[in-house]
């Protein structure tokens, strides 16, 4: 079975500090993607990766940057913690266009 | 707006009874997931309609693409409460990505 893992599931940080998610995947796809999930706004794209050291913004993009130095690591740094970006994070891949995504367990962030 | 419109946003039903739920396109779909999430968890995959007209059947579930209307529609036969969750729908739009309904929320009372 892919497998998607997110390295934590609960984290609290506080207000400006640099917050690093980690996400592995261990089928060697060549996409993977960051969402985050909001009550009524369901997910919205942040970031996504074709490609090793390649990143596309994606609708939400400010106040993150992404890293991808493997291709089966696909990580979402959040700059300057805030408290607007406490969100439900989850991680993606897929082994293609139009292909299905294998979503992570998640990583519930909460920024105080 | 959301590209991809759920309805209804929130269900609840007594155990044994069928439910449907809908997922709307405002623009061409390339191919139409079913995805469910478990509180505070991940997405689980349901199942891919690529063709319109095309009906899947997992257990007690179906989904059926209506490729002209743009539109999929999700069907529990007979609810169970392991059948409680997230419903959501995501779709490739045209983009090189997949965006996602903003879920229907799924209570099966016992």
């Known amino acids: 079975d892919v497998k998607v893992t997110q390295s934590s599931r609960y984290l609290v940080k506080r207000t400006g500090e640099k917050v690093f998610l980690e996400c592995v995947q261990d089928?060697?796809?060549?996409?993977m993607f960051w969402y985050r999930q909001d009550p009524g706004l369901g997910l919205r794209l942040i970031y996504f990766?074709?490609?090793?050291?390649?990143?596309e913004k994606g609708d939400i993009p400010e106040g993150y940057s992404v890293s991808r130095e493997k291709k089966e690591r696909f990580s979402l740094i959040l700059e300057s913690a805030s408290t607007n970006q406490t969100s439900m994070y989850l991680c993606a891949s897929s082994p293609g266009t139009w292909t299905g995504y294998t979503f992570g367990s998640g990583t519930r962030l909460t920024v105080v | 707006s959301q590209e991809l419109e759920q309805s209804p946003q929130s269900l609840i039903v007594q155990e044994g009874k069928n439910l449907t739920i809908n997922c709307t396109s405002s623009k061409t779909l390339y191919g139409l997931y079913w995805y469910k999430q478990k509180y505070g968890e991940g997405l689980i995959f349901l199942m891919m309609?690529?063709?319109?007209?095309e009906e899947k059947s997992h257990e007690k579930i179906t989904a059926k693409l209506d490729e002209k209307k743009q539109q999929s529609s999700l069907h529990i036969t007979a609810s169970q409460p392991s059948h409680a969750g997230i419903y959501l729908c995501g779709a490739a739009l045209g983009n090189n990505d997949m965006r996602f309904g903003a879920g229907t929320r799924l209570t099966v009372k016992p």
């Open positions: 089928m060697d796809h060549e996409n």
């Open positions: 990766s074709y490609d090793v050291k390649m990143k």
């Open positions: 309609l690529q063709k319109g007209g």
